[in-house]
C-alpha cells in the first residue's frame, strides 16, 4: 500500500548527538516536506524539496539539514541535537502537480535531554 | 501571498450537539482549500478539500465544509459531535497559481465532552 513512513517514531538522545530522523514515501511524489511542530500545535515548514537533487529552506530558520538523493528518501539531520530541538517532527509528500494535497507521516517526536 | 486565520485556539461543544470549526484565507488567485485532523501523537490525517464546484463538500467521518467567496471562509461542521472527534484541526489553502505549496492555518483543538 502506497504511504509515507517515518522512523522512528520516538527519539530520546542526549546533548550534542548527531542524529538522523528517517522518511520515506512510497506513492512517488515528487515534493517532499518537513515541519516542526510546537507543543502548541503549530506547524513551521523547515525544509522542503521539488525533487531529487533539491532543497530549500522553510520559514522557519532550523539547525538541522536534509537530503534528497532519492525521490522516495528525505532524511533530516541534526549535527548536534540540543534541548531547543525538543519537538514534534513531521514529514509529508505531495504531486508536482494537481490537485491534491499533502500526505503526512505519523511523525517522529524528539526528546534532546 | 496566501494564508489562513483559525481564529479559535480552542472549541469545546457537548456530544451530540453541531460543531463549527472556523477557517478564513487569503489568496491572490482561485484557492484550494483543505481541513486536516490531527490525533495525539500522529501526522495529519485529510478530511476534505475545496477545488471547484457545489460549495458544501462533505469529507470523511461525516464532517463537511463550506465555502464562502465572498467572506473568504472555509468552516468545518458536523451535524452531531462524537467524543471520538476531539483532535487538532488545521485549515490550509493552496493558491493554485502558485504552484503546490499549501499555506497551514494555527490550529483548532476540538473538545467533544459526553
Known amino acids: 500500500e502506497a504511504d509515507i513512513y517515518q522512523t522512528p517514531r520516538y527519539l530520546v538522545i542526549g546533548t550534542g548527538k548527531k542524529i538522523t530522523l528517517e522518511c520515506s514515501q512510497t506513492m512517488g511524489h515528487d515534493k517532499m516536506y518537513w515541519y516542526q511542530q510546537d507543543p502548541g500545535m503549530e506547524l513551521h515548514l523547515i525544509h522542503y524539496?521539488?525533487?531529487?537533487?533539491?532543497?530549500e529552506k522553510g520559514d522557519l530558520s532550523s539547525e538541522s539539514t536534509v537530503s534528497r538523493i532519492r525521490t522516495e528518501h528525505f532524511p533530516l539531520t541534526l549535527e548536534s541535537a540540543r534541548p531547543s530541538h525538543t519537538s514534534q517532527y513531521l514529514c509529508a509528500s505531495s504531486v508536482r502537480q494537481g490537485s491534491g494535497g499533502y500526505t503526512f507521516g505519523s511523525g517522529t517526536r524528539l526528546t534532546v535531554v | 501571498a496566501q494564508s489562513v486565520a483559525q481564529p479559535e485556539d480552542q472549541v469545546n461543544v457537548a456530544e451530540g450537539n453541531p460543531l463549527t470549526v472556523k477557517c478564513t484565507y487569503s489568496v491572490s488567485g482561485n484557492p484550494y482549500l483543505f481541513w486536516y485532523v490531527q490525533y495525539p501523537n500522529r501526522g495529519l490525517q485529510f478530511l476534505l478539500k475545496?477545488?471547484?464546484?457545489?460549495?458544501l463538500v462533505k469529507g470523511s467521518y461525516g464532517f463537511e465544509a463550506e465555502f464562502n467567496k465572498s467572506q473568504t471562509s472555509f468552516h468545518l461542521k458536523k451535524p452531531s459531535a462524537l467524543v471520538s472527534d476531539s483532535a487538532l484541526y488545521f485549515c490550509?489553502?493552496?493558491?493554485?497559481?502558485?504552484?503546490?505549496?499549501?499555506?497551514f492555518g494555527g490550529g483548532t483543538r476540538l473538545m467533544v465532552k459526553p
Open positions: 475545496y477545488i471547484t464546484g457545489d460549495n
Open positions: 490550509a489553502v493552496r493558491d493554485n497559481n502558485a504552484g503546490n505549496m499549501l499555506t
Open positions: 524539496s521539488y525533487g531529487v537533487n533539491s532543497t
